[in-house]
Nanobody, 124 residues
Framework: QVQLVESGGGLVQAGGSLRLSCAAS????????MGWFRQAPGKEREFVAAISWSGGSTYSTDSVKGRFTISRDNAKNTVYLQMNSLVPEDTAVYYC?????????????????WGQGTQVTVSS
């Protein structure tokens, strides 16, 4: 069983930055593909970014490219999402997810474990 705990959310003004962290309680963290997703009020959960087990490959959705960066520290069992130039449309609950197959994917059902989420609110 993998437990994921997100932190770092909060309230920020448009144009500001936040860094989300996701700590995983699993011995084999380095074997998992990790992803970040978000869900805005009244909307479906959507893919934000993913990173391969080694950190050598990343992928992000078009709306955050150039603003958000996903990274990981396997020694600390932690994945990060650095969010810059935030806009009100980025307001959502952000979820961390882990995938055991090691496939870099945007597809929600392919992720095996999920955190509880952290709220990000961007004011205009």
């Amino acid at each position: 069983q993998v437990q994921l705990v997100e932190s770092g959310g909060g309230l920020v003004q448009a144009g500001g930055s936040l860094r989300l962290s996701c700590a995983a309680s699993v011995r084999t963290f380095s074997s998992y593909t990790m992803g970040w997703f978000r869900q805005a009020p009244g909307k479906e959960r959507e893919f934000v970014a993913a990173i391969s087990w080694s950190g050598g490959s990343t992928y992000s959705t078009d709306s955050v490219k150039g603003r958000f960066t996903i990274s990981r520290d396997n020694a600390k069992n932690t994945v990060y999402l650095q969010m810059n130039s935030l806009v009100p449309e980025d307001t959502a609950v952000y979820y961390c997810a882990a995938q055991a197959l090691g496939v870099l994917t945007t597809t929600l059902p392919k992720y095996d474990y999920w955190g509880q989420g952290t709220q990000v609110t961007v004011s205009s």
